[in-house]
């Protein structure tokens, strides 16, 4: 009597949440929804409470499409890496004036290379394998590569602001963003390439380095392990450990923290400097390089300040600023263009949805809510509803 009941409370609940509603005759698809409205389907299909049938299927459709989308995003961001890298070679073609038939030459065995490289990828993990999706075909407007807010690896509204406004939005955005959004990857772009930049120069240096010097102090261990005393094996084993250990961390920390600080000091410096004036010039990473290297030796007074900055300037500050200003191949604009830029601007992004379509998929994403809080009955839980709102085949 209670199933019964249960039953009939379930098939009304189904009506009013499916009949006549916006999931009528609907299909799921993730590029209806916004990022935020899936990770709220995908935390509510997570409950072990409601309709368990149909949390299960749904999470696994969820999740398969996210990761098909997935894959559509990262063969934007591809398209759009290598259009911006062959305009730059050609631009430097150009400039420099290097023959066209060099160029034709290059462009021929990089594409054979290229090619040759796709097809060695398995078609599982492949960002190019078809799926049964119909994706929106991607288009890389020329245009966009010289636009300035891609210098500052800032949004576009950025060129309205003054160089210091823009400056405490890059570093700062949490502070001085109007709206300011922690998951919107333009916003935190500079922040965040300061910090991992930081970090992962500091990790890897520091580990190098520390691993040879901590490789010959094991070999020096060894080789005055005869004129030492040990009780037994296990001190002998104890004491090889601590001093490699100790060899490791100590110029790990030494070597780290002098990268990390090299690193951060060239980048926020040119990059300020970048951000400030909205281009890119080699003078900026010249002062970038000899402030630091100069405030590096400040024990040797201003004369072993100055030969220390010059040293720098020109060891570091000029090969990197042709590269990256003359030459046009800073890797944080081409970064922020294909890979940043891409998920935010473009089809299947939340700005390009128009409000009518967002107020849409956020009735869609309550609606689904509302079923799944319903529990087992055969108005939901069958493989005609299934098939429809799923896709699934039997």
Same mark, same amino acid.
């Given at each position: 009597?209670? /199933? #019964?009941?249960?039953?009939?409370?379930?098939?009304?609940?189904?009506?009013?949440?499916?009949?006549?509603?916006? *999931? @009528?005759?609907?299909?799921?698809? %993730?590029?209806?929804?916004?990022?935020?409205?899936?990770?709220?389907?995908?935390?509510?299909?997570?409950?072990?409470?409601?309709?368990?049938?149909?949390?299960?299927?749904?999470?696994?459709?969820?999740?398969? &499409?996210?990761?098909?989308?997935?894959?559509?995003?990262?063969?934007?961001? &591809?398209?759009?890496?290598?259009?911006?890298?062959?305009?730059?070679?050609?631009?430097?073609?150009?400039?420099?004036?290097?023959?066209?038939?060099?160029?034709?030459?290059? @462009?021929?065995?990089?594409?054979?290379? /290229?090619?040759?490289?796709?097809?060695?990828?398995?078609?599982?993990?492949?960002?190019?394998?078809?799926?049964?999706?119909?994706?929106?075909?991607?288009?890389?407007?020329?245009?966009?590569?010289?636009?300035? =807010?891609?210098?500052?690896?800032?949004?576009?509204?950025?060129?309205?602001?003054?160089?210091?406004?823009?400056?405490?939005?890059?570093?700062?955005?949490?502070?001085?963003?109007?709206?300011?959004?922690?998951?919107?990857?333009?916003?935190?772009?500079?922040?965040?390439?300061?910090?991992?930049?930081?970090?992962?120069?500091?990790?890897?240096?520091?580990?190098?380095?520390?691993?040879?010097?901590?490789?010959?102090?094991?070999?020096?261990?060894?080789?005055?392990?005869?004129? =030492?005393?040990?009780?037994?094996?296990?001190?002998?084993?104890?004491?090889?450990?601590?001093?490699?250990?100790?060899?490791?961390? /100590?110029?790990?920390?030494?070597?780290?923290?002098?990268?990390?600080?090299?690193?951060?000091?060239?980048?926020? %410096?040119? &990059?300020?400097?970048?951000?400030?004036?909205?281009?890119?010039?080699?003078?900026?990473?010249?002062?970038?390089?000899?402030?630091?290297?100069? *405030?590096?030796?400040?024990?040797?007074?201003?004369?072993?300040?100055?030969? #220390?900055?010059?040293?720098?300037?020109?060891?570091?500050?000029?090969?990197?600023?042709?590269?990256?200003?003359?030459?046009?191949?800073?890797?944080?604009?081409?970064?922020?263009?294909?890979? %940043?830029?891409?998920?935010?601007?473009?089809?299947?992004?939340?700005?390009?949805?128009?409000?009518?379509?967002?107020?849409?998929? =956020?009735?869609?994403?309550?609606?689904?809510?509302?079923?799944?809080?319903?529990?087992?009955?055969?108005? *939901?839980?069958?493989?005609?509803?299934?098939?429809?709102?799923?896709?699934? %085949?039997?």
């Amino acid at each position: 009597m209670g /199933k #019964t009941s249960g039953t009939t409370a379930c098939l009304q609940s189904s009506h009013s949440g499916i009949k006549g509603t916006i *999931l @009528e005759n609907y299909s799921f698809d %993730v590029r209806d929804f916004t990022e935020s409205q899936l990770n709220t389907l995908e935390n509510a299909s997570l409950v072990r409470t409601g309709n368990k049938e149909l949390r299960t299927r749904l999470l696994s459709s969820l999740r398969s &499409q996210k990761l098909l989308k997935e894959k559509y995003f990262k063969r934007v961001g &591809q398209a759009r890496s290598e259009a911006y890298a062959k305009h730059l070679r050609y631009k430097n073609a150009t400039n420099y004036h290097v023959p066209g038939t060099v160029v034709a030459v290059y @462009e021929t065995f990089f594409e054979a290379v /290229k090619g040759c490289l796709k097809s060695l990828i398995p078609s599982k993990v492949s960002i190019y394998s078809k799926d049964s999706m119909h994706w929106p075909e991607i288009v890389v407007d020329a245009g966009d590569f010289e636009k300035p =807010h891609l210098i500052a690896g800032m949004p576009p509204d950025c060129i309205e602001l003054t160089g210091l406004e823009r400056l405490k939005q890059a570093f700062f955005p949490e502070i001085y963003k109007k709206y300011y959004d922690p998951k919107n990857p333009t916003h935190t772009f500079n922040s965040d390439a300061l910090l991992y930049g930081t970090v992962g120069s500091a990790l890897t240096a520091g580990c190098i380095q520390a691993y040879g010097h901590a490789k010959m102090d094991l070999d020096t261990f060894k080789k005055d392990r005869g004129s =030492h005393i040990y009780e037994s094996r296990t001190d002998v084993f104890r004491a090889r450990q601590q001093a490699w250990i100790q060899s490791f961390a /100590k110029y790990g920390l030494r070597w780290g923290w002098r990268v990390g600080f090299l690193f951060a000091s060239v980048f926020l %410096v040119s &990059q300020s400097l970048t951000i400030y004036k909205l281009e890119d010039k080699m003078s900026h990473y010249i002062i970038g390089a000899a402030l630091p290297t100069a *405030l590096y030796k400040w024990k040797l007074g201003p004369i072993g300040m100055f030969k #220390t900055g010059l040293i720098g300037s020109l060891l570091i500050g000029v090969p990197v600023g042709f590269v990256c200003a003359n030459m046009g191949m800073n890797p944080k604009s081409r970064y922020y263009y294909s890979r %940043v830029e891409s998920r935010v601007v473009g089809p299947l992004t939340e700005e390009s949805m128009r409000p009518e379509e967002y107020f849409r998929s =956020h009735k869609r994403m309550l609606a689904i809510l509302n079923i799944l809080n319903t529990e087992h009955c055969d108005e *939901l839980n069958n493989p005609s509803f299934y098939r429809e709102f799923l896709g699934e %085949v039997e």
